[in-house]
């Protein structure tokens, strides 16, 4: 399974990176050399992510076959990347992060909340978009802040009423979010029937990471195990069989009212055991064949 990222270099160029299983690689000079032998010069050089899922290139098949094409006539040892390089995070400019509410039964009902019949969503502040191993702020006074690892899907092209038997083709792939939620400040805008804005869209709010898995590299994005653990002890373990409503429903029904563009992020809820998180703490969200993000938390 091919696995894609993005990075920095010290040179502080943006550039896209891929875990092929054997190691890391710098995909975006690989892409040179390929279009350097196939003579596709007018292509252009693919440093973000984001602009390789807006051109429709980003799949599994396109990694393979590029790579193929590049081993046949040299050796990668070159491009490979070192373990040390930070990650940033997968789509650092999405035009929307959407979020589902009370998408696990379990979860709905730890809070008392009634199970909808209908998605909930609300929106995320791009702003908030925290890389893998990025630090969470917490800002003093806000009181109880908490964790919710989601499966994140990002968009590959433009949906606009999109039935539900053709809303998993503009799926480009899968990563990982922690819906972190100041769960005070939530509450007493709930009390008040205020939005959530503030209480989900404060800086560093939205890790998102570490990986960006095209959707043709996963059978069935409804059979993933998600398992967030807070300084190695479990906290949240489930499974997205157990999302209510499911990808190509969420898909059809947000695209309805609300265009949905290349590169936007729908996280798609939270299962059960939202606990609190601490200055100090580590976190770890695990979706699997997503990857590990990992997180610490600091005070501000
Ligand atoms: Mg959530």
Redesign the pocket.
Known sequence: MIRAFSFTTEQNEPRIGIDTGEGRFDFTLIWEFFKDFKNFRQAPRLNFLQVMVEMDYFSQQTFEEVLEIVKSFRSLNDVRLDDSIRLDVPIARPQKIL???RNYRAHAEEWGSEVPTEPMFFAKLTSALLPHQGEILIPDGIGRVDH?I?LAIVIGKTAKRVPVSQAMEHVAGYTIGN?V?ARDVQHAAMRKKHPWTLSKGLDTFCPMGPFLVPADAIDDPHALDLELRVNDEIKQKSNTRNMIFKIPELIAYISKNITLYAGDLI?T??PEGTLPIQPGDRIEARVEHCGTLVNRVGAI
């Open positions: 979020c589902l509410g919710e989601e819906d939620s996280l809820g939270t």
